[in-house]
């Protein structure tokens, strides 16, 4: 029995579907279901009953659930005491931040830091929305900014900050194009988008399936710089985020346009876990993170709306 096993079968007893967990856990699911085996074989008994519709605990399985959380929890409880006896006075803040937000407001926050939270040390992790939610799930991250956590999540406390509207990004010409653009119209021409798991895709094929619209996506990168070279050699358009374009439309190389009719939209959430113990300079955490809210409200300007404004 190891840590890697008994948070994957947690994952799977919450969300009661390997297929499911091994999604959420970026997990090849025969990798997820040999690990389940093989601790089963080591208990010498059977912890989940597999049916059509995904899993159920057996009588074992629950006892096990309840044990392993409480490992887990000790564990992440250990390392915060440890690193808390080694030697600075110093507590470690591990942020996470979408790859939007870091070029937005990274290095920013690093000097912010400095002035806000002067006995915290602040550790940026750069990841993809899903990724943030999984380095949440695992320990690795204490808190994150995140786009789509729409559904609840066991063991994430989760807060809604703001909607943020995406813009159709094309390669400059020098031609003056209007200010906006039809969903139509942007949808007529090749795209390349971060691919099928990617929040801004499903957006795009929600919003052309509603018009009946044919959602063109030729190319398929989830490397953020190679979409932006892509747009910026005039071979695609896209659909993007702000801040993931922001050098290249700031230096003239891009164009962003909003979309009118029916403008594709993201919420942005605080994500911590639930049962995280607060961390010695949690008041100044908190204030620091709500500085980090206005520097993107700031950044995003018209683009950005408060949920419940």
Do not use: C, W
Not at 8 to 13: E, K, M, S
Not at 28 to 35: E, H, K, M, V, Y
Not at 69 to 75: F, G, K, P, T
Not at 136 to 158: K, S, T
């Amino acid at each position: 029995m190891n840590l890697r096993q008994l948070r994957y079968f947690v994952r799977i007893a919450e969300v009661g579907n390997i297929t499911r967990a091994a999604e959420q856990l970026n997990v090849a699911q025969p990798a997820l279901g040999l690990q389940i085996r093989q601790l089963e074989q080591d208990l010498r008994t059977e912890l989940l009953l597999r049916h059509s519709r995904g899993v159920v605990l057996t009588e074992a399985g629950k006892l096990l659930l309840e044990r392993a959380r409480r490992i887990l929890q000790e564990v992440e409880d250990a390392r915060r005491d440890v690193q808390a006896l080694s030697g600075s006075d110093q507590e470690m803040l591990a942020l996470g931040l979408t790859p939007s937000i870091m070029l937005q407001i990274g290095p920013d926050l690093l000097l912010d830091a400095k002035d806000v939270i002067p006995s915290v040390s602040l550790s940026l992790v750069e990841e993809l929305s899903h990724g943030l939610v999984l380095a949440l799930e695992r320990g690795e991250i204490n808190a994150a900014f995140a786009y789509g956590v729409d559904e609840p999540r066991a063991g994430i406390e989760r807060r809604a900050i703001f909607e943020e509207e995406l813009l159709f990004v094309t390669a400059a010409t020098g031609e003056t194009l209007p200010p906006t653009i039809t969903l139509a119209e942007a949808l007529n021409h090749d795209l390349v988008q971060a691919g099928e798991r990617d929040m801004v895709q499903r957006l795009l094929k929600i919003a052309a399936e509603k018009f009946s619209i044919p959602l063109r996506v030729p190319y398929e990168a989830q490397s953020i710089p190679a979409m932006r070279t892509l747009v910026v050699r005039g071979a695609a358009a896209s659909v993007m985020p702000y801040g993931t374009a922001i050098e290249e439309l700031r230096a003239g190389k891009l164009v962003g346009r909003r979309i009118s009719d029916l403008p594709v939209k993201r919420t942005l959430y605080l994500i911590k876990a639930s049962n995280a113990p607060a961390l010695r300079q949690q008041e100044a955490i908190d204030q620091f993170l709500e500085t980090i809210t206005e520097h993107l409200l700031e950044s995003l300007g018209p683009l950005a709306r408060r949920v419940g404004t």
